[in-house]
């Protein structure tokens, strides 16, 4: 049970810049795939969270050096001896998996323990095993861990069609693909943003990548890889697009900056929607708004649809409009499991399915509440924003997992909040 909280005193308004930093969904992804080749990668814009501590810590593990200074990662994998990922580490974390296609491409075969991390739904694994086992890797499932392996006459070149545009899946896939001679396709592919940044970082490293950010990507692969120096991070469209729903909460004017807002396009078309003001720049986006939100319908779906990881901030704005809305959650079967904290602040949310139905109020009210995942907790962090009296937010070790200085990036914007 953690003991740390975060405390917001609700009613103020905020207003300023803030800068959100490099994406976590992205920079675990290219540390994982700094594997493929022997030497020093450098990274940067890598936001100092949890969740990349603990990734350095896997990669020490393996063998590789790592040395962290502010937001620049530099990585060694000259000496790396250990193609296995252990349970005590990686159960902390859901992008554990990321390791391994590279440790599969670097070692031949791969021992990595099943994933933990925020407990909102499953992860997927069999669009990993069958996409890789198309490639000609072979899995065997024990004891908690999965243990990949390459056949002596090695991986062959393909087409796989994924059943469900994944993220990880498609990651992986790609990774493996890269270091097969020859050419392979991925069908049904994720086109997120992150998915593009992993893409050109493998082609800094020496893979042919084309059609990333389309459903269907081709791989000339390669096995002679080169580590890649100064490679800088995609912005966190996800930190970019809470801060926006912060900024409304809020009032504003309040400028996110350090990210692209076409990657948010239909999450700023649902601000707009809601009732708030929008200017759009080249890597920012100013808001402002006033009075009560407008009722609005959100569902999650793959990009470029709404993202899941937005939804629980949403419903927040959600929550305050004047009307019913509905949001829809297709990706994480367990993504409402805040909702209940939520209603402890005076929300009015029905559960239906995978539908909720909200009944917008004028005010949240400050209460004790406990964060069930990373963006549950930043949801109910914001929720403080608004409501009358003091917000007492535990479990706060799920936020630190994916939002570097939220507390004091907040507090640069006018917020009343605290580490308790």
């Known amino acids: 049970m953690s003991v740390e909280r975060i405390i917001v005193e609700g009613g ?6 803030v800068q959100v930093s490099g994406a976590k969904n992205s920079v675990l992804k290219l540390m994982a795939a700094s594997i493929l080749a022997s030497g020093t990668t450098t990274l940067t814009n890598v936001p100092r969270i949890s969740d990349v501590a603990l990734m350095e810590e896997v990669l020490r593990h393996l063998g590789a050096t ?5 937001n620049t990662l530099t990585i060694d994998t000259s000496n790396l001896s250990c193609y296995e990922a252990p349970y005590e580490l990686v159960n902390r974390m859901r992008a554990s998996t990321a390791v391994l296609g590279p440790l599969i491409n670097r ?9 933990g991390g ?6 997927q694994m069999d669009l990993h095993f069958a996409g890789l086992e198309a490639l000609g890797v072979a899995f065997e499932n024990k004891h908690g861990f999965i243990n990949a392996s390459v056949p002596s006459s ?4 393909g087409r796989v069609a994924l059943g469900f545009p994944s993220v990880g899946a498609t990651e992986n896939l790609m990774i493996v693909a890269s270091a097969i001679p020859g050419t392979s396709v991925i ?12 893409a050109e970082f493998l082609i800094a490293m020496g893979a042919e990548i084309k059609g990333q950010g389309t459903p269907v990507i081709t791989i000339q692969g390669t096995q002679d890889f080169s580590p890649v120096t100064d490679y800088r991070t995609v912005g966190d469209r996800i930190e970019a697009g809470t801060f926006l729903v912060a900024g409304a909460l809020g009032g504003g004017p309040v400028t996110v900056q350090g990210f692209n807002p076409e990657h948010l396009r239909i999450p700023l078309a649902k601000l707009k929607a809601l009732g708030c003001v929008l200017d759009i720049a080249h890597q920012s986006v100013t808001v402002t708004h006033e009075g009560a939100f407008k009722p609005t319908d959100i569902q999650t779906l793959p990009y470029p649809g709404f993202p899941t990881d937005l939804q629980p901030q949403f419903m927040v704005l959600a929550a305050l409009a004047d009307g019913v809305s509905v949001i829809t959650e297709n990706i994480f079967e367990n993504r409402f499991m805040f909702v209940d904290e939520l209603v402890r602040m005076g929300a009015t949310v029905h559960l239906e399915g995978h539908h909720a139905v909200i009944e917008g109020v004028k005010q949240l009210s400050g209460a004790p509440v406990q964060a069930s995942d990373l963006r549950a ?3 109910l962090v914001l929720a403080g924003i608004n409501a009358e009296g003091s917000s007492h937010i535990s479990e706060v070790e799920h936020i630190y997992r994916g939002y570097e200085g939220l507390v004091e990036k907040l507090q640069g914007l006018g917020a009343a909040i605290h580490h308790g």
Not at 12 to 17: M, N, R
Not at 154 to 157: D, E, F, N, R
Not at 187 to 198: S, T
């Open 377 to 379: 907790g930043a949801a």
């Open 107 to 115: 070692f031949g075969k791969a021992r990595v323990a099943m994933p």
């Open 66 to 70: 790592v040395i962290a200074e502010n």
């Open 187 to 198: 069908e049904n592919a994720a086109c997120e943003p992150e998915i593009c940044d992993l």
């Open 118 to 123: 925020c407990q909102i739904g499953s992860r």
């Open 154 to 157: 090695g991986l062959k070149a």
């Open 12 to 17: 103020k308004t905020l207003t300023g810049t």
